[in-house]
């Protein structure tokens, strides 16, 4: 739920000064995971078990309908998960199409760290996962699947934007029509006291999309990038528009150029607008930057995109100041 205490204005670039240890991720929910994360790096420890540890509070929620275990399913009722895990030396793994495994994150880091490939999908993801000590379970809550059979009473895909406000605040209807549940991504950036950055992605996808659709979230360069030089960038919302521009690597080039991390993301949601001026006017996307110093910033298309960030003196859900419409 969106704590209206933890809301703050956005600071923009001159105000941040940056800061270490450091994360940052996307969403309302962002603000548990970042503690989860934050136990981590407050200890000295890594960015990456700071990533991976904080995305597993939302992955395993039932009420999040957007990431993990309770995520709405395809259209053919399977739950199939999306994740990725980048490191500070450019290391990556990632898996797509996972289906009944409680944490992809961390099926992603084992295929990182153990395997000579950066992704596994569907079945193979599924039996590298069993392999390696994953329990399989059933991931599809009675909640979503009661979304998903009044959905299918119509089966008329209306993506509605920003919807996780929606869904976690306090002050919106608890329970929406099939149609109008949405998707989205928890995108984490970590910056530990080493000053090694670290990043995380995981969803379980666009509702009701096709089985086998495969989105931003899970693909390096397009829905996470991180080089250890410059910073680290991650996306959300409209997958296939991320993927079209590699949209975190750009934001993540942007930064090397000279951008502040705002500058950079807003640059990345402009050339989706100028590519696609009819498309972006019905869809949301936006990017969430940090880079070296410890400096952040987000743009999106739309109004209502929220991310969180937490370091020693804050844990606040912060809301852009800026976006194109």
Same mark, same amino acid.
């Given at each position: 739920?969106?704590?209206?205490?933890?809301?703050?204005?956005?600071?923009?670039?001159?105000?941040?000064?940056?800061?270490?240890?450091?994360?940052?991720? /996307?969403?309302?929910?962002?603000?548990?995971?970042?503690?989860?994360?934050?136990?981590?790096?407050?200890?000295?420890?890594?960015?990456?078990?700071?990533?991976?540890?904080?995305?597993?509070?939302?992955?395993?929620?039932?009420?999040? *309908?957007?990431?993990?275990?309770?995520?709405?399913?395809?259209?053919?009722?399977?739950?199939? %998960?999306?994740?990725?895990?980048?490191?500070?030396?450019?290391?990556?793994?990632?898996?797509?199409?996972?289906?009944?495994?409680?944490?992809?994150?961390?099926?992603?880091?084992?295929?990182?760290?153990?395997?000579?490939?950066?992704?596994?999908?569907?079945?193979?993801?599924?039996?590298?996962?069993?392999?390696?000590?994953?329990?399989?379970?059933?991931?599809? /809550?009675?909640?979503?699947?009661?979304?998903?059979?009044?959905?299918?009473?119509?089966?008329?895909?209306?993506?509605?934007?920003?919807?996780?406000?929606?869904?976690?605040?306090?002050?919106?209807? /608890?329970?929406?029509?099939?149609? *109008?549940?949405?998707?989205? /991504?928890?995108?984490?950036?970590?910056?530990?006291?080493?000053?090694?950055?670290?990043?995380?992605?995981?969803?379980?996808?666009?509702?009701?999309?096709?089985?086998?659709?495969?989105?931003?979230?899970?693909?390096?360069?397009?829905?996470?990038?991180?080089?250890?030089?410059?910073?680290?960038?991650?996306?959300?919302?409209?997958?296939?528009?991320?993927?079209?521009?590699?949209?975190?690597?750009?934001?993540?080039?942007?930064?090397? *150029?000279?951008?502040?991390?705002?500058?950079?993301?807003?640059?990345?949601?402009?050339?989706?607008?100028?590519?696609?001026?009819?498309?972006?006017?019905?869809? *949301?996307?936006?990017? %969430?930057?940090?880079?070296?110093?410890?400096?952040?910033?987000?743009?999106?298309?739309?109004?209502?995109?929220?991310?969180?960030?937490?370091?020693?003196?804050?844990?606040?859900? %912060?809301?852009?100041?800026?976006?194109?419409?």
């Amino acid at each position: 739920m969106i704590d209206k205490k933890n809301i703050a204005a956005f600071a923009p670039p001159a105000v941040n000064t940056g800061t270490r240890p450091i994360v940052i991720s /996307t969403w309302d929910f962002g603000v548990a995971a970042n503690k989860a994360a934050w136990k981590v790096l407050s200890s000295g420890g890594r960015a990456l078990d700071a990533v991976e540890k904080g995305v597993h509070v939302p992955e395993a929620d039932p009420k999040n *309908q957007s990431v993990g275990y309770g995520g709405l399913p395809d259209r053919d009722g399977h739950v199939t %998960l999306d994740a990725c895990i980048m490191d500070e030396l450019g290391n990556c793994g990632s898996v797509a199409g996972l289906e009944h495994i409680m944490h992809p994150i961390s099926v992603a880091r084992l295929v990182m760290e153990k395997t000579p490939h950066v992704m596994l999908v569907g079945d193979g993801a599924l039996q590298f996962a069993l392999e390696n000590g994953f329990k399989k379970q059933n991931l599809l /809550t009675k909640e979503s699947e009661g979304a998903w059979k009044e959905w299918l009473k119509t089966a008329k895909y209306e993506p509605v934007m920003n919807i996780e406000n929606k869904l976690y605040d306090k002050a919106a209807p /608890t329970k929406l029509p099939g149609n *109008q549940y949405n998707h989205d /991504t928890i995108g984490m950036l970590a910056l530990d006291a080493k000053g090694n950055l670290s990043g995380a992605c995981t969803t379980s996808g666009m509702a009701y999309k096709l089985h086998g659709r495969v989105g931003d979230s899970p693909i390096i360069g397009a829905g996470l990038y991180v080089d250890n030089e410059i910073g680290g960038a991650t996306s959300t919302g409209v997958g296939e528009e991320v993927i079209r521009n590699v949209g975190s690597f750009l934001v993540v080039e942007l930064m090397r *150029q000279g951008y502040s991390p705002e500058d950079a993301c807003k640059e990345a949601v402009m050339r989706i607008i100028r590519k696609k001026p009819e498309t972006a006017k019905k869809i *949301q996307v936006g990017f %969430l930057a940090l880079n070296k110093k410890g400096e952040y910033g987000a743009y999106a298309i739309q109004q209502g995109f929220s991310y969180a960030v937490c370091t020693a003196q804050k844990n606040d859900l %912060l809301i852009p100041g800026k976006s194109h419409y």
